[in-house]
C-alpha cells in the first residue's frame, strides 16, 4: 500500500525538533499544521533572527539530519515595518537518507517504510524566516558549505533579490546575463512589469518598426 | 581456366581499341615521307649538311601502337567501371533510406491505438479499387479480401492501414526516392565552400583531394565482374588494402586544418580508430589471400568458384575471418557502433563540421563509396563474387540442370556481386540502427585486446587449412561443414545461450579506466 | 596536449536545451567544467507577482514544457495550501491519473533523446511513438499536446471525457508491452553498457547534500521519493512502492539512472490503471465542468501574511513553490512566488560528476540526468 | 521476459554473450513487422501485437455489451502496409495545405475540445469584459459605446412597445438633447468636418428615488437630480473587439470566464497566421462563431435572459398592484 505517515508521531517529531530549536536565542519555532490534499502534514515553522541563523543552521545539520536544503527564498517588504524589510525564507528537509551498505561487493538498497517512521528518523519539512532590517546591502550568513545544494540557490537570490550571503564563495549572477550592471535585482518591488496594465496599444513594443543598427553601412 | 561470361567488357574494349588502332594505321599514308633537307658545303663547312628525316607515318605509328592501344584500353575501363560504380552507389542511399526507416518503425505511427475509434464514427479507409472506373476494380476487391481473410487478420474493426491511394509518387518498382541521393549531391554542389578564417588553407584544401582520390582508387583494382575491371595487377589485393589506408590520412589533416577544438577532437579520434583497426583488417585480408592461394582478387574468387568443379565459397571456411571482417570495415568506414570521429552527440559532425559546399558533398560521398567498397570486398572475398550460389551443383542437377546452366550462363557475374554487396550494405544498416556508439578508448582497447588476436588466430587457421587440408583441388565436402558447424556451435554458446550463474551474482564491473572520484571541489584542489 | 576550453552550448545537441557547458579538456579527459545557465530566464516568478492565482498555472505550465501537468500541479498544491482548499476526492484522482501520464510522456521524452545521446537512433523514434498515445490521452483532458492548463485551484477543469478510461487503459497495457522492445535495446545491448556503467558515479548521501532529489537519487539505492515519504494527494491509497535502483558500490552511475526511469514508467502506468479502478463515482461517468465532485468553491483572495508552500514529485526531482500571499488587487494576486527547480541544483552537480571522465561520456552523463532547461532558468 | 524487480535487468552484464544480438534481433523483428504478408509470422509478433486488447472492466463490459466498437479491438500491430498489392508503398507524407491529415485518415481527427483558435459569438456577446481581466497575456481588447436600446424608442401603440428595459441604479441613463432635432435636420454627414452631433447625454444613474434619480453626467458636468420619466435607460454595447494572437498562448482561460455563452475554443489549427504582428491582431470578422455552430447553447442562454427579463416584469407588475 501507499504509505500514510502517521500524524501524530510526525507531529511529535515535529514538537521535539521545535522545542530542540527554540533552545537557541533569538529562535521561536512551532508545528504548523498544513494540508496536502487528503493527509494532514506536520511543518516546522521557525522565525530566526539574522545572527542566530548560522548557529541554528549548523545545529539542525549536526544533530536532527536535517541534511537536505531544499530552497532559498529571498523577499523584499518595501512597506514592511522597519525591522522587516528583507525576508530569506529556507526550506529545509530532514530527508534520513543514507548510503545503502554494501555486503561483499554488492549493494543492498535502503528500503524505508516511513509510516513506520519514529522520532528522529521521521522525515520532516521546515521552514525557516529570517528577517533583515532594511539597509542598502540586506546579507545573511551563507551555509554554503552545510548544504552544497543551497548554493546555487544563494547565487540566485542574491541574483534576482540582491540579499548578499557573507562567507559564500564564487557569488556571481546565474540567471541573468553577467553583464547585468551591478546593483540591479528585478524581484525587488520597486521595478514594475512595464506591460501589465500598460496600456500601451501598439509604440512598437518589439521594436520591429526601428530599423535595424548597421543600415547603411557597408557591410 | 579463369571463370568468365558473356559480359566480357575487358575483351570488347581490348578488340575494340585493337581495332581502332589498325583502322588508325591503315588511314596513315603508307609510303616513306622524305624530309632530308641538304645544305650544300660551302667555304665555311667542307661536307655538304643533310638534316631531317625520313619517316613513315605507319611504321611510326606501328611502333607506338601498342602504347595507344593498351591507353585506350585502359580509359575505357576506368571510366567504365567509375560510371558502373558510381549508377549502382545510388542504390546504397535507397537501401539506407528505406531499409532503416522500417528498422526505426518511422514510417508514420499507425501503431497507435488511435485507430481505436475506427468504426465508431463508422468510417473506414477507402478501398481504392472502387475509384476504378467501369467497376474494373471489383475482381482486386475479392482478391484482397480473399487474401486478407487467410492470411490478413481478420475483417470486424481490421486495424487500419492507410490504404487510400496517394502512390502517385510511384509504385515500388518506379523506386520512388531512388535518384534523391543524385539530387542532394547536386544540391551540394551548389552550396558556397566557406573556409573558416584562420583554417591552414592548403591542409583544408588537400585534405578533402587525399580522401576522395585514394577512395577511387580502391575500385581501381575491385573487379566487379571476370572480365569488368580497371586495372588487374598480379598483386592487386595488395595494391587496393595499401590505397584504403591512406584514407585516415586525409581525415586527420581535415580534423586539424578546420582550426576547431571539435574538429580537431574528432580528427584524433579518427585517426586512432583507424589505425587501431587497420592492422586487424589487413591480417583478416592476408588470411583469405592464404587460403585462396592468391593476392589476385580475380584469383581469390576463381578459386571460390574452383574452375567449374565448383568449390566451397570462403565465408564457410572462414566464418571467424567474415566476422572480424565486416566488424574491422564497419570502423574503417566509421558507420555505428565505430561512428566515435562523427559522434553527433558531443561533436556534432566531427572533421567534417567546417567543411561545406561539394567539398562537404564529395567526402559525404567518399564515405558512402567506402561503404560500397567494403561491400563488395566482402563479397568478393567470402562470397564467391560473381558466382551464383550452388552454381555448380545446380547446373549439375540429374533433370534440371540444363536450365539452371543456362539461366547462370544469362545472368552475367556483375548481377551477382552487386546484389550480394547491396544485401551487405543491408547488414550494415541493420547494425546502425540497432547499436549504440562505442567510446573512443573502448574502441581501441576491443580493437587492440580482441580483434587483432582474433585475425591472429584467424591466419593461424587459414595456413592450417591451406596447408594440411587442401588437396590441390576443390575442398572435400567435410572440411567446411566441419567447419562451419564448429564455429556455429561456437556462436551459439558464446552469443545466444544464457549464462545462468554470471546473472545470478549481478555483480557488475567498473569501467575499466581507473576514475578520480568527482566530490565538490576535487578539482579544485 | 595543452588543456583547452571547449564551450559546450548554447546550441549544441548534448544540452537538451539552452545553456552553456564549459568543459576544460586534456586531451579527452575532462578535467574541470563549469555550467553557465539563464539564456531562457522569462522571470516567471516577477510575472506571477502581478497575476490572479488561476492565471498563473498557464506559467507554471511552460516552465518545463516536457512535463506541463506535474509543473502546473505542483502550482495548484501550494496554492490550495495558501487559499486552505479542500479538494473533492474524485479531483484528486483525476489529478493523480493525468501527473502520471505525463510523468510516463516525460520520461519517455528523456529515453528517447538519451538514445541518440549514446548513439542509438532508432529508440527516438519508437519512444516517440508511444509519446504520441500519452499526449493523445492528455490532449483529452487539457486541450491541447503540451500545455494543458488542466488544474484549478479546489479541483480540475474538466472531468474524464466519455471513454477515456478504456482508451487509456488499451494505451497503457500496450505501453506496458513496449517497453521490453526498449530493454531490448537499451539492457540488452553490450555496447550501452559498456558505455554507461560505471559513468559519473554519484553517492546518495553527496546527492541529497548537493540538492539532488528524484529518480537521480533513487538510482543511488535509497527509496526517498516525495509521493512516498511526505505523501499528499491519493497516493497513499494506492498500491505501488518508489523504484529503486541497486547501485555499484561507487554509487549510482548512468545506468541505474536509466534503469529507475524505466522502472518508473512501470510504476506510473500501473498508478493511472489503480486510479481509474478506484475512481470514486467511476471513471465512466461524467460530470459536468463546474460540478462539485470534480472542483470545490475556492477564494480568490489571500490576504496580506498569509503563506503557503508545497514539496511535489515532479518527473526529474523534488519541485516545490512558496507563495507569499497579499500582492496587488487587494491580495487577488500574490506578493511573491518562488519555485525550487530541481535541475537548477542538479545541473551544477551533474557538471561536477563529469571530472575525470572522457569527452564521449559528457553528453552520456548529462544525458541521464535528464536536464530540462524551462524549469531551470524560469 | 521475466526480471526480478528493482536488480536490474536479468541480462545487465555487459559481455559478448547474448548481448550484441538481442537489439539486432528487435529492430528486425520491428522491420519484418512491416512487410505485408511476412509481417504476420507468430514468431514477429513479440508476444503481444494483434493480441485482443482487453480495455473494459468487467462491469463496463456487461454494461456495454458485445456489439460496441470498443470490443474487437486489438492491439495494432506495427506499421502494416497495403493488403493486396504487397508494395504498394503509399507515401507517408501528408502535403499539408493541399492535404488535411484529418482528410486522408478520418479516425486521426482533430478532436472537439482542442484549444485552437478562440471563436466569439458577437451577437450574445454583453460587453461586460470578464475575458480581458481574466487573460494572463491581456491579449483580448475591446472598444465599447454607451447606447440607447432601439426597444426604448417605440411609442404606446407600437408592435414592440414594453419590451424596454428599466433605469437601473449603477446602470446608464441616456435624456434626450432638446436641439438635436433641429440640428440634425441641417447636418450634411457626407461634407461635413465636424462629426455627427449627439442625439443623448448619457449619465451614470446613482440612485433612484419615487421618480426622481441623481444622475452623473458623463460629459463632466456634475451630478444633478432629474425627473426620471425624462430619462431612458440605456447600455453599454460593444463596438469592437481584437484578441492580438502574437501574445495569446491558447489557455482558455477566456472562455471559462465568460458567462453568457459567448466565447469558445475552437478546435481550427490553422488560419492563424501573419507576416507581421499587425496582421496577427484579429478582429471580429477572424474570431466569428456564428450562433448556430452552438445553437442549442446560444438558445440556451437566449432562454435564460427572457426568463430573466419576464421575472423582472412579473416582479414589476406584482410592485404596481401592491
Not at chain 1, 533572527?49 to 517588504?77: F, N, Q
Not at chain 2, 645544305?39 to 611502333?63: D, R
Not at chain 4, 459569438?121 to 480581458?132: D, G, R, S
Not at chain 4, 494572463?136 to 436600446?149: G, I, K, Q, S, Y
Request: one cysteine or more.
Amino acid at each position: 500500500m501507499g504509505m500514510t505517515v502517521s500524524p501524530d508521531s510526525q507531529k511529535a517529531a515535529a514538537e521535539a525538533l521545535v522545542a530542540a530549536a527554540s533552545g537557541i536565542d533569538g529562535v521561536d519555532a512551532e508545528v504548523a499544521e498544513r494540508s496536502s490534499g487528503t493527509n494532514p502534514r506536520y511543518v516546522v515553522v521557525a522565525n530566526a533572527s539574522p545572527g542566530s541563523w548560522r548557529t541554528l543552521a549548523e545545529k539542525l545539520y549536526s544533530e536532527h539530519a536535517v541534511d537536505h536544503c531544499s530552497m532559498v527564498t529571498g523577499i523584499h517588504w518595501p512597506e514592511g515595518d522597519a525591522e522587516r524589510k528583507w525576508e530569506v525564507v529556507y526550506h529545509l528537509m530532514r530527508t534520513g537518507v543514507r548510503d545503502p551498505p554494501n555486503e561483499n561487493g554488492i549493494v543492498r538498497p535502503v528500503i524505508v517504510n516511513p509510516s513506520k517512521a519514529r522520532g528522529a528518523s521521521m522525515p520532516l519539512e521546515l521552514e525557516i524566516h529570517v528577517h533583515l532590517p532594511d539597509s542598502t546591502t540586506p546579507s545573511v550568513d551563507s551555509v554554503q558549505d552545510i548544504w552544497v545544494g543551497a548554493d546555487w540557490n544563494e547565487k540566485e537570490t542574491w541574483d534576482l533579490v540582491g540579499i548578499d550571503f557573507d562567507g559564500h564563495q564564487g557569488m556571481r549572477r546565474v540567471l541573468q546575463p553577467h553583464e547585468t550592471p551591478k546593483g540591479y535585482h528585478p524581484l525587488q518591488k520597486q521595478h514594475h512589469l512595464r506591460y501589465h496594465g500598460f496600456v500601451e496599444m501598439y509604440d512598437d513594443a518589439q521594436g520591429f518598426m526601428r530599423k535595424p543598427a548597421d543600415v547603411g553601412k557597408i557591410k | 581456366m579463369t571463370s568468365s561470361d558473356w559480359l566480357d567488357v575487358a575483351g570488347w574494349s581490348e578488340s575494340f581499341s585493337n581495332w581502332s588502332m589498325d583502322n588508325v594505321h591503315d588511314v596513315l599514308p603508307s609510303g616513306d615521307i622524305d624530309m632530308q633537307v641538304t645544305i650544300p658545303s660551302t667555304w665555311a663547312w667542307p661536307e655538304p649538311i643533310t638534316m631531317g628525316p625520313i619517316f613513315n607515318m605507319q611504321s611510326g605509328f606501328a611502333s607506338i601502337q601498342p602504347a595507344l592501344e593498351s591507353f585506350m584500353h585502359a580509359t575505357i575501363m576506368c571510366t567504365v567501371v567509375f560510371g558502373m560504380m558510381m549508377t549502382t552507389m545510388l542504390a546504397i542511399p535507397y537501401i539506407e533510406r528505406k531499409f532503416i526507416g522500417r528498422l526505426m518503425d518511422r514510417l508514420g505511427a499507425t501503431t497507435t491505438l488511435r485507430s481505436l475509434w475506427v468504426g465508431e464514427s463508422g468510417v473506414t479507409a477507402g478501398e481504392w479499387w472502387n475509384q476504378l472506373p467501369f467497376g474494373m476494380g471489383a475482381p482486386i476487391g475479392w482478391v484482397v479480401n480473399a487474401l486478407n481473410s487467410t492470411w490478413g487478420n481478420s475483417h470486424e474493426l481490421e486495424t487500419v492501414a492507410r490504404v487510400n491511394n496517394r502512390s502517385y509518387h510511384g509504385y515500388w518498382f518506379l523506386l520512388p526516392g531512388f535518384f534523391q541521393a543524385f539530387a542532394d549531391f547536386m544540391k551540394f554542389a551548389t552550396k558556397e565552400h566557406i573556409v573558416p578564417k584562420n583554417a591552414d588553407k592548403v591542409v583544408f584544401e588537400v585534405a578533402p583531394v587525399i580522401i576522395l582520390a585514394t577512395t577511387i582508387m580502391v575500385f581501381a583494382f575491385v573487379p566487379f565482374g571476370p572480365h569488368i575491371y580497371a586495372a588487374n595487377p598480379e598483386l592487386s589485393l595488395l595494391f587496393m588494402m595499401a590505397i584504403f589506408g591512406i584514407a585516415p590520412l586525409g581525415v586527420f589533416f581535415a580534423g586539424w586544418a578546420s582550426n576547431n577544438k571539435y574538429t580537431l577532437i574528432g580528427g584524433m579520434r579518427s585517426a586512432a580508430q583507424l589505425t587501431a583497426y587497420e592492422i586487424p583488417l589487413l591480417i583478416t585480408v592476408l588470411g583469405v589471400a592464404v587460403l585462396s592461394g592468391s593476392f589476385n582478387i580475380i584469383e581469390i574468387v576463381d578459386f571460390q568458384m574452383g574452375q567449374d568443379e565448383g568449390n566451397v565459397w570462403n565465408i564457410f571456411l572462414m566464418p571467424l575471418g567474415a566476422l572480424l571482417f565486416l566488424v574491422t570495415m564497419i570502423a574503417e568506414v566509421e558507420r555505428i557502433p565505430f561512428d566515435m570521429p562523427e559522434a553527433e552527440a558531443e561533436l556534432v559532425e566531427g572533421w567534417w563540421t567546417e567543411y561545406g559546399g561539394i567539398r562537404w558533398g564529395l567526402m559525404f560521398a567518399a564515405e558512402y563509396m567506402r561503404s560500397y567498397a567494403a561491400c563488395i570486398l566482402f563479397a568478393l572475398f567470402f562470397l564467391g563474387g560473381w558466382e551464383a550460389p550452388f552454381q555448380h551443383t545446380l547446373s549439375n542437377l540429374p533433370a534440371v540442370g540444363g536450365i539452371f546452366s543456362t539461366v547462370f550462363s544469362v545472368i552475367p557475374g556483375l548481377i551477382w556481386v552487386l546484389l550480394k554487396a547491396w544485401l551487405l550494405f543491408a547488414v550494415f544498416v541493420w547494425i546502425r540502427a540497432s547499436l549504440h556508439r562505442v567510446r573512443t578508448d573502448q574502441i581501441l582497447e576491443f580493437g587492440w585486446r580482441y580483434l587483432l588476436p582474433l585475425s591472429m588466430l584467424n591466419l593461424v587457421i587459414a595456413t592450417i587449412l591451406r596447408l594440411q587440408f587442401w588437396t590441390g583441388g576443390p575442398w572435400d565436402l567435410w572440411v567446411p561443414a566441419a567447419v562451419t558447424l564448429v564455429s556455429g556451435g561456437l556462436f551459439v554458446i558464446l552469443a545466444i545461450d544464457e549464462d545462468e550463474e554470471a546473472l545470478e551474482i549481478q555483480r557488475r564491473p567498473y569501467s575499466t579506466q581507473a576514475v578520480v572520484k568527482a566530490s565538490p571541489g576535487s578539482h579544485r584542489k | 596536449m595543452a588543456e583547452m576550453w571547449i564551450s559546450m552550448g548554447p546550441q549544441h545537441p548534448m544540452t537538451h536545451g539552452l545553456w552553456t557547458l564549459k568543459v576544460k579538456v586534456d586531451g579527452e579527459t575532462v578535467v574541470d567544467t563549469e555550467p553557465d545557465l539563464g539564456y531562457i530566464h522569462r522571470g516567471v516568478e516577477k510575472i506571477c507577482e502581478s497575476r490572479d492565482f488561476t492565471q498563473i498555472t498557464t506559467y507554471c505550465d511552460r516552465l518545463c514544457y516536457a512535463s506541463a501537468n506535474t509543473w502546473s500541479h505542483a502550482y495548484i498544491y501550494a496554492a490550495e495550501d495558501l487559499l486552505e482548499v479542500e479538494v473533492p476526492e474524485r479531483a484528486e484522482y483525476i489529478r493523480l491519473v493525468a501527473i502520471e501520464l505525463q510523468r510516463v510522456a516525460s520520461h519517455l521524452m528523456w529515453l528517447g533523446a538519451y538514445g541518440p545521446d549514446i548513439g542509438n537512433l532508432s529508440v527516438m523514434v519508437w519512444c516517440l511513438r508511444e509519446r504520441e498515445m500519452m499526449m493523445d490521452l492528455l490532449q483529452e483532458l487539457g486541450g491541447s499536446r503540451m500545455h494543458y492548463n488542466f488544474p484549478r485551484i479546489g479541483g480540475v477543469k474538466r472531468d474524464l471525457p466519455y471513454g477515456f478510461a478504456q482508451r487509456a487503459r488499451a494505451k497503457l497495457k500496450l505501453f506496458l508491452n513496449r517497453i521490453q522492445e526498449y530493454e531490448a535495446l537499451f539492457d540488452e545491448s553490450t555496447v550501452f553498457l559498456v558505455r554507461s556503467q560505471g559513468v559519473g558515479y554519484a553517492k546518495p548521501e553527496e546527492m541529497v547534500n548537493h540538492g539532488v532529489t528524484g529518480p537521480n537519487l533513487r538510482a543511488g539505492g535509497v527509496n526517498y521519493d516525495i509521493r512516498w515519504a511526505h505523501p499528499y494527494s491519493v497516493y497513499s491509497e494506492l498500491d505501488w512502492a518508489p523504484p529503486v535502483e541497486r547501485s555499484s558500490i561507487k554509487g549510482a552511475d548512468c545506468y541505474d539512472r536509466y534503469r529507475v526511469r524505466v522502472e518508473e514508467m512501470r510504476v506510473s502506468a500501473s498508478l493511472v490503471l489503480q486510479a481509474l479502478d478506484k475512481m470514486p463515482g467511476g471513471a465512466d461517468t461524467y460530470h459536468e465542468p463546474e460540478d462539485p465532485m470534480i472542483l470545490a468553491k475556492a477564494p480568490s483572495r489571500a490576504p496580506e501574511g498569509t503563506t503557503g508552500a508545497h514539496h511535489f514529485e515532479d518527473s526529474r526531482g523534488e519541485s516545490m513553490f512558496y507563495i507569499a500571499g497579499g500582492g496587488e488587487g487587494r491580495g487577488k494576486q500574490p506578493y511573491r512566488v518562488s519555485i525550487r527547480s530541481p535541475m537548477f541544483i542538479t545541473i551544477p552537480y551533474a557538471a561536477k560528476c563529469m571530472i575525470g571522465y572522457k569527452v564521449a561520456d559528457i553528453p552520456a552523463i548529462m544525458g541521464s540526468f535528464d536536464p530540462c532547461i524551462g524549469e531551470t532558468d524560469r | 521476459m521475466s526480471y526480478r524487480a528493482n536488480t536490474g535487468h536479468p541480462h545487465a552484464t555487459p559481455n559478448f554473450r547474448n548481448l550484441v544480438i538481442r537489439p539486432m534481433w528487435m529492430t528486425l523483428k520491428t522491420a519484418l513487422r512491416t512487410i505485408p504478408f511476412v509481417g504476420r509470422l507468430t514468431i514477429l509478433k513479440n508476444d503481444y501485437h494483434g493480441k485482443p486488447a482487453t480495455m473494459v472492466d468487467a462491469a463496463t463490459k456487461e454494461r456495454v455489451g458485445s456489439d460496441h466498437p470498443s470490443v474487437g479491438q486489438s492491439f495494432a500491430p506495427d506499421r502494416e502496409t497495403s493488403q493486396v498489392m504487397p508494395f504498394v508503398e503509399r507515401p507517408v507524407t501528408v502535403m499539408y495545405p493541399y492535404e488535411r491529415l484529418e482528410d486522408l485518415e478520418p479516425w486521426l481527427f482533430v478532436p472537439g475540445n482542442y484549444n485552437g483558435r478562440i471563436g466569439i459569438i458577437w451577437e450574445t456577446c454583453t460587453a461586460c469584459k470578464l475575458c480581458i481581466h481574466a487573460c494572463p497575456n491581456d491579449c483580448l481588447h475591446m472598444t465599447t459605446e454607451v447606447r440607447v436600446n432601439v426597444l426604448e424608442l417605440s411609442e404606446e401603440g407600437d408592435e414592440w412597445h414594453g419590451y424596454g428595459s428599466e433605469l437601473e441604479e449603477g446602470g446608464y441613463a441616456a435624456r434626450e438633447k432638446e436641439e438635436y432635432d433641429a440640428i440634425a435636420a441641417g447636418f450634411d454627414l457626407i461634407n461635413a468636418h465636424a462629426d455627427a452631433p449627439q442625439q443623448y447625454d448619457f449619465a451614470e444613474v446613482i440612485e433612484i428615488s419615487g421618480d426622481k434619480a441623481t444622475v452623473r453626467w458623463s460629459d463632466g458636468s456634475g451630478i444633478e437630480t432629474v425627473d426620471s420619466t425624462s430619462l431612458k435607460p440605456a447600455e453599454q454595447d460593444i463596438v469592437s473587439g481584437q484578441i492580438d494572437l502574437g501574445r495569446c498562448m491558447f489557455c482558455g482561460l477566456c472562455a471559462e470566464a465568460c458567462p453568457f455563452e459567448s466565447f469558445f475554443m475552437t478546435n481550427e489549427y490553422d488560419g492563424m497566421s501573419g507576416f507581421s504582428r499587425e496582421e496577427l491582431w484579429m478582429d471580429a470578422s477572424r474570431t466569428r462563431v456564428l450562433p448556430t455552430v452552438h445553437q442549442e447553447r446560444v438558445d440556451m442562454e437566449l432562454a435564460k435572459r427572457a426568463e430573466k427579463e419576464q421575472k423582472k416584469r412579473d416582479r414589476k407588475a406584482a410592485r404596481a398592484e401592491a
